[in-house]
């Protein structure tokens, strides 16, 4: 019985420190996130960075495709521009994110396929949304896997899935124009 | 003095003959290639991603068709042309899928069967000045004939064909 007691406390006790990291993990990533969503009407998505990161030229462009398209079905934009798009300039409330690739791990299609748990590919990218002046509104970083299943360009949907997360979370849907 | 001998001149002019015809009929050979068929990864406007179609390059364009759907892309807007390379499994697709799911790990062990790729992705601007970026997959070897005609046809490339040869495929030069 006591041992039984003595267990419990233990696993009890494991649970509260792992709740607590989980609470600290939590909030340490919310950390700088905007207290009310933003409003703006138009995003404009620069071309992503990897200076320090050697990023094969396909996980590059994959990203940035993705999250193109991902921004755009969040519907929180009137305007999803791209990096470089003259109509940008126009848009009273712009909103630009800058994308910098921190980590990137190539790993296997095969070896997830034959061993399921080996091979994983996997990018931690930098996110920055600033404003038309330039001034940083938030940040927060985002990592993209894939862990089983899928080719390795698959990261990097996963990624822009996560990218339309924060995007969904920190900024306000756009209102429909009055008629 | 040395004198030549009128047989093995006409044998020595027969050879190089020969020689350079055989030359000239293999460099025609890799020119045949003017239709690639390709998997159309992400990229190109109004089409599905992981298309199959076919790419030809023209002297200002470049068509991606499949069916009767056709997307250009202009070879003055394309910013740069990589090559790298990848591979897939030989049953791959929803078969593919459903082998995952055969008994005794056969599904696991057909998957060490795996097929070459050729990667192409192009970064190219639309008229408005937005950045763009096309990737497709070709039988091996392919990439480079493709990246070759587009560069021929005037498209920019940081990594010049003769400069890739050498190097790693795949990687970006950092800028």
Redesign the interface.
């Known amino acids: 019985m006591k041992l039984a007691n003595g267990r419990g406390r233990i696993v009890g006790s494991i649970a509260a420190v792992a709740l607590g990291f989980g609470f600290a993990a939590v909030l340490a990533a919310r950390a700088d996130a905007p207290p009310t969503p933003v409003h703006a009407s138009a995003i404009q998505i620069e071309q992503i960075q990897s200076e320090d990161v050697k990023l094969p030229a396909e996980f590059q462009m994959s990203m940035y495709e993705h999250v193109v398209e991902e921004i755009g079905k969040t519907k929180r934009f009137a305007h999803v521009y791209r990096d470089g798009d003259r109509d940008a300039a126009s848009a009273p409330d712009l909103v630009t994110l800058h994308c910098t690739v921190t980590g990137f791990k190539q790993g296997s299609a095969m070896e997830r396929q034959v061993t399921t748990v080996a091979g994983a590919t996997s990018i931690t990218v930098h996110l920055e949304f600033t404003d038309k002046n330039g001034q940083k509104l938030f940040q927060n970083d985002v990592k993209g896997n894939v862990r089983f299943f899928g080719e390795n360009l698959r990261a990097t949907y996963n990624f822009s899935k996560q990218v339309a997360g924060v995007v969904r979370q920190d900024f306000a849907a756009v209102t429909p124009a009055k008629k | 003095m040395f004198k030549l001998n009128p047989r093995v001149c006409l044998s020595l002019l027969a050879l190089s003959a020969t020689l350079t015809t055989c030359a000239s009929f293999t460099q025609a050979q890799e020119k045949q290639i003017t239709t690639f068929k390709v998997v159309h ?3 190109l406007e109004a089409i599905q991603h992981n298309t199959k179609g076919r790419v030809t390059v023209s002297k200002d364009a470049l068509t991606f068709s499949t069916g009767p759907t056709k997307s250009d892309l202009a070879i003055s807007g394309i910013q ?1 042309v ?1 090559t ?1 390379a ?4 030989m049953i791959h697709g929803s078969l593919g899928t459903l082998t ?1 799911f055969a008994p005794y790990g056969s599904g ?2 057909l ?2 069967f ?1 097929q070459k790729l050729d ?1 192409l ?1 192009i ?1 190219y ?2 008229p ?8 497709f997959t070709l039988p091996q070897g392919e990439a480079a004939l493709l990246k070759d005609q587009l560069v021929a046809a005037g498209a920019k490339a940081t990594v010049v064909p003769a400069e890739e040869a050498g190097q790693p495929t ?3 030069e ?2």
């Open positions: 990864v992400i990229g740069d990589l790298g990848d591979s897939q499994r995952m696991r062990f998957s060490l795996r990667t992705t970064e601007r639309d408005n000045g937005g950045l763009h970026g096309a990737i795949g990687k970006k950092a800028k």
